[in-house]
């Protein structure tokens, strides 16, 4: 069972703006911040967005990422085929000696 | 341009030791990162497995700390993990990472390997 809870699948049209949540606890996305990553099939994960909000060089302006609280959330807008995949999000979490954290992973299907 | 790869056994037995080596290169495993494992059961999630600084700092999962633990060789600008005791549940595709020191501002994983599968059984 992961520590950050997100839907485990989603679906949405081409053009479509798609949102995919991730819920936490005080000890990790309350205090640090959220990284987002995508996996397209049989590949390995990618940074997506880091800092909550921020994107690598590379990454489309179509993905953004948002924080309030204890939850985050990735919006997809202008979807595309190719952005059938899996997302996760992570965090560090304080508890303990500290370690990260993952969402189960959301399926994205573009129907 | 930084390239991470997975290299070790694709099989392991029961009860004995997993042990996976990354290879760095394009970027210093001795400069500004944690370099560290994470792994992914077929058809699951992921799974953070641990991390070190090459000064020796290490943080682990909690529920695996016990059971795992990471090197580096500098001269060979890789690091290894060992994960004892194995069982079914630990067959995954591993893959290493670059990833920040812990903080507040800033968290990332940024570069990955390709992943490995390794599969337990006898």
């Known amino acids: 069972q992961s520590v950050l809870t997100q839907p485990p699948s989603t679906s949405g049209t081409p053009g479509q703006r798609v949102t995919i949540s991730c819920s936490g606890s005080?000890?990790?996305?309350?205090?640090?911040?959220v990284s987002w990553y995508q996996q397209l099939p049989g590949t390995a994960p990618k940074l997506l967005i880091y800092s909550n909000n921020q994107r690598p060089s590379g990454v489309p302006a179509r993905f953004s990422g948002s924080k309030s609280g204890t939850s985050a959330s990735l919006a997809i807008s202008g979807l595309q085929s190719e952005d059938e995949a899996d997302y996760y999000c992570?965090?560090?979490?304080?508890?303990?000696?500290?370690?990260?954290?993952f969402g189960g992973g959301t399926k994205l299907t573009v129907v | 341009q930084v390239q991470l790869q997975e290299s070790g056994p694709g099989l392991v037995k029961p009860s004995e030791t997993l042990s996976l080596t990354c290879g760095v290169s394009g970027y210093s495993i001795t400069t500004g990162y944690y370099w560290g494992w994470i792994r992914q059961p077929p058809g699951k999630g992921l799974e953070w497995i641990g991390m070190?600084?090459?000064?020796?700092?290490?943080y682990y999962n909690p529920s695996l700390r016990s059971r795992v633990a990471i090197s580096f060789d500098t001269s060979k600008n890789h690091f290894s993990l060992r994960l004892t005791s194995v069982t079914a549940t630990d067959t995954a595709v591993y893959f290493c990472?670059?990833?920040?020191?812990?903080?507040?501002?800033?968290?990332?994983?940024?570069?990955w390997g390709r992943g490995t599968l390794v599969v337990v059984s006898s």
């Open positions: 070190m600084y090459h000064s020796g700092n290490t």
């Open positions: 005080s000890s990790d996305i309350g205090i640090n911040t």
């Open positions: 990472a670059r990833q920040t020191p812990p903080g507040k501002v800033t968290n990332l994983i940024d570069y």
């Open positions: 992570a965090t560090w979490d304080d508890s303990l000696s500290g370690n990260w954290v």
